[in-house]
């Protein structure tokens, strides 16, 4: 288990640990707080009952019975990975949460040896968008009309982040 603890202006203290198919009933209520059209609790068990999906939840401190704050869930193929979602309940966006466990599993897929990471974000949600660009992402697509808004349809942004580990070949 992963405890990374970090403290936000609220003095609430939270622990980033890792997801287990268990808490797919508290994922379900930040992810319908977060996303118009939310997966349910069968879509996050069966998605932690995969063997090359992994997550991590933040916990407040000390209080597991309290609604976690927040969770990623990740997919990693050979030496690339995905972003699937990434949620952080309204009450603690913009005090940590997000970064916190975006850096859980960018550690996590460094340690794998994994060379990138993929994820898709909104173009009109701001304050992703500066968390995965303060986080080292590049834009490297653009699928026009892939989310429903309240206003109509936005753009989904392919981001990506190269990790580090690159395979040499003899000879180089």
């Not at 974000?121 to 892939?146: I, M």
């Amino acid at each position: 288990m992963m405890g990374l603890p970090f403290d936000n202006l609220r003095q609430r203290s939270f622990v980033i640990e890792t997801l287990a198919r268990e808490d797919a009933t508290h994922l379900v209520p930040i992810h319908a707080g977060t996303f118009r059209q939310p997966w349910s609790e069968d879509d996050f068990h069966a998605l932690l009952g995969e063997a090359n999906v992994f997550g991590f939840i933040a916990r407040e401190e000390g209080n597991r019975a309290a609604q976690p704050g927040g969770f990623v869930l990740a997919r990693l193929v050979l030496d690339e990975a995905e972003i699937l979602t990434i949620a952080v309940a309204p009450q603690f966006q913009r005090k940590g949460v997000g970064h916190a466990l975006m850096d859980a599993a960018l550690r996590h897929l460094y340690n794998a040896r994994a060379t990138m990471l993929f994820l898709e974000v909104d173009e009109l949600n701001a304050p992703a968008l500066a968390l995965y660009r303060s986080l080292g992402f590049k834009q490297v697509g653009k699928r026009p009309g892939y989310y429903e808004t309240p206003s109509g349809r936005s753009a989904a942004l392919t981001m990506r982040r190269d990790l580090g580990h690159r395979e040499t070949g003899s000879g180089r």
